[in-house]
């Protein structure tokens, strides 16, 4: 018999548990509260004690326009050892002479892909569905382009935006700028 079933559907107070069964019964109490303590839904909502990722905010995610067809590098992220991470919105967009600007469907693409280096054909890696070859820029600096729901990613897991370049102006002070943003917790 399922003791702790029997606890939940309304023993008294007054009902006492005896022996290996009662052992089990507090066993099983036990794991249901630590359940509640979890957080439901991590990739809606950021988990308590969770830690605010901004990568590319500061001049990692600025690339100077490169040269045509050379896929480039404009900003990697490597989450933490120990640590999951919820990506919630990004931002891939050209600066033009510092103007916030964009490009036209053809003269620009960008990928974001996982463990993945640039250059280097390997199986390992991957795209991220439905953010390979994007050829428009999405979100500004003010508004983040928000994800329907947020992607998870693993401990150690390389995230790279890679440019490629067909039409844009090179040079200064034409600029990508790449933001990958959500939030990272430790792994339980």
Request: a negative charge.
């Amino acid at each position: 018999m399922n003791y702790s079933r029997s606890l939940l559907r309304g023993m008294r107070d007054v009902d006492t548990l005896s022996g290996p069964g009662s052992v089990a019964a507090i066993e099983e109490l036990r794991e249901m509260r630590e359940k509640k303590t979890e957080w439901p839904y991590p990739w809606c909502f950021p988990p308590p004690g969770a830690i605010r990722v901004t990568a590319g905010a500061d001049s990692s995610g600025t690339l100077a326009v490169p040269a045509a067809a050379t896929p480039s590098e404009a900003l990697l992220y490597t989450v933490d050892q120990g640590f999951v991470f919820a990506l919630e919105s990004l931002v891939v967009t050209y600066l033009n002479a510092g103007v916030l600007g964009a490009w036209s469907p053809g003269d620009a693409s960008w990928t974001l892909d996982v463990n993945r280096p640039v250059g280097v054909t390997t199986f390992q890696g991957n795209d991220v569905q439905g953010l390979t070859d994007v050829d428009i820029p999405l979100g500004t600096l003010q508004i983040p382009w928000p994800l329907v729901k947020a992607e998870l990613f693993k401990p150690n897991d390389a995230l790279r935006i890679v440019f490629t370049n067909t039409n844009l102006s090179q040079g200064n002070p034409n600029y990508i700028k790449a933001m990958l943003l959500g939030w990272r917790w430790p792994v339980r």
